[in-house]
Each structure stands twice: as structure tokens, then as C-alpha cells.
């Protein structure tokens, strides 16, 4: 009897200590399931980038222009100077006053060929009977004096009745004339209001315009912006200074505000440029991406941020793989990126803490999916 009973305590002991070991390997197991889902977790690490906010509006270009709109005559030299900047003095073009000429420069080409011939021969008047003027004499009757004589007659008439044209001063030399020359000049810029900026669909066309060449001044020239909701842009007074990018170019350019139209909600700002005009000397009405602001801070994709008791941040696996959250200050949404704070040496300012906290730095490793993962875990 007393033999049963032992063997009995000893099966209960083994099935309690069997029990006890499977409940600790249960235990292991439950443990190391979220370890084995994280090991396969991506990381990124958070990129440096500047939130640009902008406001695309409508520009005028207003420019300093002299027009001449003469016909014909460029000069070889000016033929290839389009939108370059040419110096004072510069020959243009050599225009013919009067469009009965044709006949001189006819008359001008017998008798240089005339001269060449009797300076080359001295043979008879045979050889030249063929070559008459109209009033039917022959060239041969007359000396080469008389010929030169007449040669000198000839261009001195010619000449004339030519008018050279030159720069009275520098700057961008441009042969396309739009025909708002006269139209947008720089002055009087209470007048550039809202209604009386009207931006055509199309330029003028080509039949309206006028053959000439036009001297731009490149040193000073302007943009009247239409603001159709000045709500949208800050509060600029005359003096500021603006950045444009202008659509058509490349680069952006820095202005100063000289005037302020305003109508109501909507506003004309005129602003002033010195510089990068042979860029743009082309454009009349161009679109205009006003700079609002420019903030640095890292972007990182939106779905790696979560929500940890109220505060917003990502999980990032440090140096020795532990998964810790770190606190962001979210700037702004943009697409499937925030844009967050940078922070001072890794630490910003939370609402509901005295101390700054330590937020994501440059190489952080901010894991992609945050769903299956919870701090403190050991990941590879």
C-alpha cells in the first residue's frame, strides 16, 4: 500500500514538472514571436530635404526699350548678336532712305566693270560696243578719269541716302518686337492695379508686329505679379525683398517690392530686379512661382509614424538592435512623406514636457512597417 502511494506522488510530480517545463517553453516561444516578425522589418533612414511653399501667379515683365522700326539693312556684325549685350556705338543696321536706288547700283556695277576692262586692254573701241549706256554712247569713248569721276558721283549719292543706325547707349540688343513696348514702360506703377493688368491668351501675332531691332536695359527691369487671393501670401510691405522662380527659366531670382496695388482681396505687386535679365528679355508674360518660405527638416514616409500615448513618433532600431521611440514635430504633409523637425543636436520641444526629448537624427534607422513591432524589442 505504502508502495503505491509513492509511486503515485512520484507520477504527480513528474506530470508537474512536465507541465512546468512546457508552460516555460510556451512562454519562450510567445516571447520570440514578435522578434522573428521584426527580424525581416525594413529600416530607411530619414533624409535631409527644405519644404518649399510657393504661390504660382501671373507675371508682366516691364522693361526700359527703345524701338526702332526700320526696315531691312542689319548689318553683318549685328546678325548674331540676338539678346546679347551690345556697347554704345554699336552699327545696327544701314537703311536706304529712298527705294529708288536700283538703278545707281546698276549703273555702278557697269562702270567698275567698265574700268576693270580698259585697265586690263588697250585694244579697240570694237571690244566695248557691246557695253551702252542708255543714251547710247559707248564707255569707251569716255577716259578712265571720267569714270572714276563718275564711280565717286555715284557712291557719294548712294551714301546719301542711307541712314546708319547706332546704339546711343548699351545693352541687350533683340530684334523680336512684340508690340507692348510702349505699353509696359517703367513708370507711373500706381497704374499696374489688378484690372488694368490683362494678360492675353497669345502674344500679338506676327502680323502685327513690325520689323526693327529694339535696345533693352538690362541693369534695371520688373514683374507686376497678379495676386488673385492675397489671403493665401504673407503680408508683404513695399521694401521686402522676394524670390521668383520664373517657369520658362531655370534658376531664382531675388527682387525688391517698389509698389503695392491693392483691390479689395486681390493685389499687384511690382518688384524691382538688377540682374539676369538676358535669362528672360524674351518673356512678356510669364508664369511667376512665388517663394513663400523655405524650412530644412527631414522627410520620411508618412506610414512610418505612429502614435504612442498621444505623441507622435517613429520606432527606430538603435546601434545594438533594441527598438526605441523617438518623438517628431511634424511640419507638414506632403504626398506619402511628412515633412519633421530637425531638432537641436537631436532634442526638440514637445507640448506637455519641461525638457526637450530626443528626437530622430540623420542616421536614425526609422523602420518602414511600426504594426508589428513594440519598444524594447531585439531585432537583427
Do not use: C
Amino acid at each position: 500500500m505504502r508502495y503505491k502511494k509513492q509511486k503515485k506522488k512520484k507520477r504527480i510530480g513528474r506530470n508537474i514538472r512536465k507541465v512546468a517545463i512546457l508552460v516555460i517553453f510556451l512562454y519562450f516561444i510567445i516571447k520570440s514571436v514578435p522578434v522573428v516578425l521584426a527580424r525581416n522589418d525594413k529600416t530607411i533612414l530619414p533624409e535631409k530635404d527644405i519644404l518649399l511653399k510657393s504661390y504660382d501667379a501671373q507675371g508682366v515683365i516691364i522693361k526700359e526699350e527703345q524701338v526702332f522700326t526700320t526696315v531691312g539693312g542689319i548689318t553683318p556684325e549685328a546678325q548674331d548678336m540676338e539678346g546679347k549685350r551690345v556697347p554704345a556705338g554699336f552699327k545696327v543696321a544701314n537703311i536706304s532712305i529712298s527705294n529708288d536706288i536700283s538703278g545707281l547700283k546698276e549703273e555702278l556695277k557697269e562702270i567698275e566693270r567698265s574700268i576693270d576692262m580698259l585697265n586690263k586692254s588697250n585694244a579697240g573701241a570694237g571690244l566695248f560696243e557691246k557695253i551702252k549706256k542708255d543714251n547710247g554712247e559707248t564707255l569707251i569713248d569716255q577716259s578712265v578719269e571720267a569714270l572714276n569721276a563718275r564711280k565717286d558721283a555715284i557712291i557719294q549719292e548712294i551714301s546719301s541716302n542711307k541712314v546708319l543706325y547706332t546704339t546711343s547707349t548699351a545693352g541687350l540688343l533683340s530684334f523680336n518686337l512684340d508690340g507692348y513696348e510702349k505699353i509696359y514702360i517703367p513708370k507711373e506703377f500706381e497704374n499696374y492695379t489688378y484690372e488694368n493688368l490683362e494678360i492675353p491668351n497669345t502674344t500679338k501675332s506676327d502680323k502685327e508686329k513690325k520689323d526693327g531691332f529694339k535696345l533693352i536695359n538690362n541693369f534695371e527691369w520688373y514683374i507686376a505679379i497678379k495676386i488673385d487671393n492675397a489671403r493665401e501670401i504673407k503680408e508683404y510691405e513695399e521694401g521686402d525683398l522676394v524670390n521668383l522662380e520664373i517657369v520658362d527659366g531655370e534658376d531664382e531670382i531675388a527682387g525688391r517690392i517698389v509698389k503695392i496695388n491693392k483691390t479689395g482681396n486681390r493685389m499687384v505687386l511690382v518688384v524691382k530686379f538688377n540682374n539676369q535679365l538676358e535669362k528672360y528679355y524674351n518673356l512678356r508674360f510669364p508664369e511667376i512661382k512665388m517663394i513663400l518660405s523655405k524650412d530644412k527638416g527631414f522627410k520620411i514616409p508618412t506610414k512610418t509614424i505612429i502614435d504612442k500615448d498621444g505623441q507622435k513618433g517613429v520606432y527606430v532600431k538603435e546601434f545594438s538592435g533594441i527598438i526605441k521611440f523617438r518623438h517628431i514635430s511634424i511640419m507638414e504633409e506632403v504626398g506619402d512623406y511628412t515633412f519633421v523637425r530637425m531638432g537641436n543636436n537631436g532634442y526638440i520641444q514637445i507640448a506637455g514636457y519641461e525638457k526637450p526629448v530626443r528626437t530622430i537624427t540623420l542616421y536614425d534607422e526609422i523602420l518602414l512597417d511600426p504594426s508589428n513591432i513594440k519598444e524594447g524589442q531585439i531585432i537583427d
